[in-house]
Each structure stands twice: as C-alpha cells, then as structure tokens.
C-alpha cells in the first residue's frame, strides 16, 4: 500500500502571509499513461465534513479561490495558500489514488499566527 | 445541487451491527462510484470501502474486511454500509462520498456528506 506522509503536522502563519504544506508519498503516483499525478487536497474546518479543494494534483475544484494552489510530480507535492485568510483555518489533507487502497496524509492543521 | 445524507449511525455494543445508509440526490447515482471513508475522534480520515457503479466490484480495507459489506440500491439511490462484530476501534464519524472519476475508478473524493457518528462501547 502506498503511504502519504504530510508536513509539517501544524503549521501557524500571520494573515496575509504564505502558507506552505507538504506532501509525500512512498511511491510514485505518476501515470505515465496520461501524464497526471493521482494527488488530490482537502480542506476540513471543525464541525464540517472535508471539501475537495485540487485533484491531479494541481486541478482546482470550481468555486476554489484562486490563492489555493498545488504544485509537484511523481511522490512529492505542496499545497500553497498565496495569501492566508482567516477562513482558511483547517486541517489540510493529501490523498493519493493512483491505487487502491486510496490513502490520505495525516493532516496539517493551519492556525492564524 | 449534490447531497449525500447519511443515516443509521448510533450506539451499538461491542460485537454489534448497525447499517449505514446513504441517500444521494443532485446527479446520475447510478455512473459514479460511491465509498464510505471514516474519521476517528480526533483523528485523520481513512478511506473503509468503495463500490463500483453497478455493484460489481467492491473493495475494503483490510481493518474492516469480513466484518462490512458495502451495497448499493441504483433505484433508490442510496448506498449502504453493513458493519458487523463491531469494536471499539470502529468509533468513528463514518462519510459517505462520490467519485470523482464517475464510472472511471479514480477515487478522488468530489462530494462528502456530513457524516454520522457510530459510537461502539457498553
């Protein structure tokens, strides 16, 4: 099984600044059938269930803003918010589905500095 | 408009059962997909089962293989989530998702729903 490991496990940014988030996965999710990355990103705030935020490891779901971005290619990948806004607070997670099982990181939790 | 509404979760004995349902309304339930992920209190989110777009092919996770058995009823549009010889570990608030991929297996998770909680302890 594919396992995806994320850091930093927290991480605390002043508003309107950078917030960066790691993702790792043991081995390479990379198709070389259609050229795309099985990585996807979540967003959870407390209370809610998780929202798809980017797939294909770079793709963002419609209605994302555009200060959430995802970059990288085969097993490592970040999630950038360009400019971090108070709604942004939540636990962020990866998730592999290159195979089966689908495996998520363990979560990064952002916090207001 | 996606929802997906689960049901069914509670209170159950250790060694119990309980079924999930899931009923899903806003697209073609019948070409996606569906899985059921669950969360631990506290705890990050891990991926329990998945069931393809007829019911032909459905896959588990080895924590909870022989003991759910996942279903799905396209008439009624709902999928379930038989949970049998339930332990402690299996506390968990248990989602409901649709495949981004529709028919295609590639198990991006585009739409949860709220999620219900089962509780498994005497």
């Known amino acids: 099984d594919i396992v995806v490991t994320q850091s930093p496990d927290s991480l605390a940014v002043s508003l309107g600044e950078r917030a960066t988030i790691s993702c790792k996965s043991s081995q390479s999710v990379l198709s070389s059938a259609n050229n795309k990355n099985y990585l996807g990103w979540y967003q959870q705030k407390p209370g809610q269930p998780p929202k798809l935020l980017i797939y294909?490891?770079?793709t963002r779901q419609p209605g994302v803003p555009d200060r959430f971005s995802g970059s990288g290619s085969g097993t490592d990948f970040t999630l950038t918010i360009s400019s971090l806004q108070a709604e942004d607070v939540a636990v962020y997670y990866c998730q592999q589905y290159w195979q089966t099982p689908p495996a998520f990181g363990q979560g990064t939790k952002v916090e207001i500095k | 408009e996606v929802q997906l509404v689960e049901s069914g979760g509670g209170l159950v004995q250790p060694g119990g059962s309980l079924r999930l349902s899931c009923a899903a309304s806003g697209f073609s339930f019948s070409s996606h997909w569906m899985h059921w992920v669950r969360q631990a209190p506290g705890k990050g989110l891990v991926w329990v089962s998945r069931?393809?777009?007829?019911?032909?092919?459905?896959t588990y996770a080895d924590s909870v293989k022989g003991r759910f058995t996942i279903s799905r009823d396209n008439a009624k549009n709902t999928v379930y989530l038989q949970m049998n010889s339930l332990g402690a570990e299996d506390t968990a608030v248990y989602y409901c998702?649709?495949?981004?991929?529709?028919?295609?297996?590639?198990?991006?998770?585009?739409?949860w729903g709220q999620g219900t909680l089962v509780t498994v302890s005497s």
């Open positions: 998702t649709r495949d981004g991929g529709g028919e295609a297996a590639i198990h991006y998770f585009e739409d």
């Open positions: 069931i393809k777009t007829d019911g032909s092919i459905t």
């Open positions: 294909w490891a770079s």
